[in-house]
Each structure stands twice: as C-alpha cells, then as structure tokens.
C-alpha cells in the first residue's frame, strides 16, 4: 500500500515562498498521476494541482501564476512552491496519488503564513 | 469552475438510520464525480469514485448515484464511526472542484 508523508517549514512569512515535498513509500511514482490539495483552517477542500511523473502538470488558474509542481523520480519524491503568500495561504497541504481521483493521501501538514 | 453544492450542510442521525446526502454541479458533468469522507483531525479518504463505484476496502452500506447534474450519496444504515465531513468533488473540468461538505453527526 503506496503511503505518502508531506514536509516542509509550518510557519512561512508573508510574501515568501512556501516550499513542500511529498515523499512516497511503498510503490513507485512512475505511471502515475500526483497532486496537491489544500484545506483552511475549518472550512472545505481547494484542488491546487497535479503532475504525472512525467512531468506534465496541471494547476488551478486562481493559483496558476504562484505554483509550480515538479517531481524528482529518483527520490520517489513531488513537491509544491507557492510563491508570494499571503495569510490567505494558511492551510493544511495534503498530497495525494490520482490527478483527477485522489485515491491515497498523505496525513497533511499544516503551514501558516504570519510574520 | 463547477460549482458543487451539496446539500444539507450539517445532519444529525441516529445509528442505524439511513442517511442520503445530495450534491448538485452548475453544469452537466456526467458522471466525473467523486466522494470522500473525512474524519475530525485526519486526511480525506475516498469512498466512491466515477459517481457509483465503491472503493476497494470501504463497506457496502455506502453507496452513490447519479449522473448529469444532481447525484446522491448514500449510507444504508448509519454506523458510529462514519461521524465524519463528507465531500463532493467534481472531475469533468479543470479546476476540479469540491462542494462545501455536509457534516454528519449522530
């Protein structure tokens, strides 16, 4: 069973950029599709963006020009750089197997943008 | 985007009872729709996939339908531990959106 584990920095200030990894065990990231979900503080799910192993991604347009997915193969590893955050950013990350249907995720981590 | 909206936002049900959530797209989006379930604290896990097709490992008294428009997520008979947020999430165009969640309480 593929697990995956988010980490990076909880606190970021604002204007800085947020730098996540994900790090998968238990399978391969080849041949398949990885995203980014996010989730405010008490309130509902944002689709960020996806990549396939490959390389070709895909971002959420109210993200689009902040985001960049990549993936390193030989670490089995994607991550997430959202540039110029605001308070507004302040969410948990999750990363997840599956562009368009997440089927795993990992457990999340929480980033706050404050000063 | 798709708009999803689920309906209601907060239920309160006793075990045993049979529990229906809606979820309504702004447009026609076949049946590109997904379901999750969310526990307090925890990460979203995937219950139904393409509309009605029941995850590998998730019980069978959850279940789901619908195509177009308007889709039904249902549990047969309410158990203690599915006390949880449950979301909507559409997959026919990009952003793939998520209804606002309907959280269930016994």
């Known amino acids: 069973q593929v697990q995956l584990q988010e980490s990076g920095p909880g606190l970021v200030k604002p204007s800085e950029t947020l730098s996540l990894t994900c790090t998968v065990s238990g399978g391969s990231i080849s041949n398949y599709y990885w995203s980014w979900i996010r989730q405010p503080p008490g309130k509902g799910l944002e689709w960020i963006g996806y990549?396939?192993?490959?390389?070709?991604?895909n971002y959420n347009p109210s993200l689009k020009s902040r985001i960049t997915i990549s993936v390193d193969t030989s670490k089995n590893q994607f991550s997430l750089k959202l540039t110029s955050v605001t308070a507004g950013d302040t969410a948990m990350y999750y990363c997840?197997?599956?562009?368009?249907?997440?089927?795993?995720w990992g457990q999340g981590t929480l980033v706050t943008v404050s000063s | 985007d798709i708009q999803m909206t689920q309906s209601p936002s907060s239920l309160s049900a006793s075990v045993g009872d049979r529990v229906t959530i809606t979820c309504q797209a702004s447009?026609?989006?076949?049946?590109?729709l997904n379901w999750y379930q969310q526990k307090p604290g925890k990460a979203p896990k995937l219950l139904i996939y393409d509309a009605s097709n029941l995850q590998t490992g998730v019980p069978s008294r959850f279940s789901g339908s619908g195509s177009g428009t308007d889709f039904t997520f249902t549990i047969s008979s309410l158990q203690p531990e599915d006390i949880a947020t449950y979301y909507c999430q559409q997959y026919h165009n990009l952003p793939y959106t998520f209804g606002q969640g309907t959280k269930l309480e016994i």
């Open positions: 997840a197997r599956g562009g368009s249907t997440c089927f795993n």
């Open positions: 990549i396939y192993y490959s390389g070709s991604t």
């Open positions: 447009q026609d989006i076949n049946n590109y």
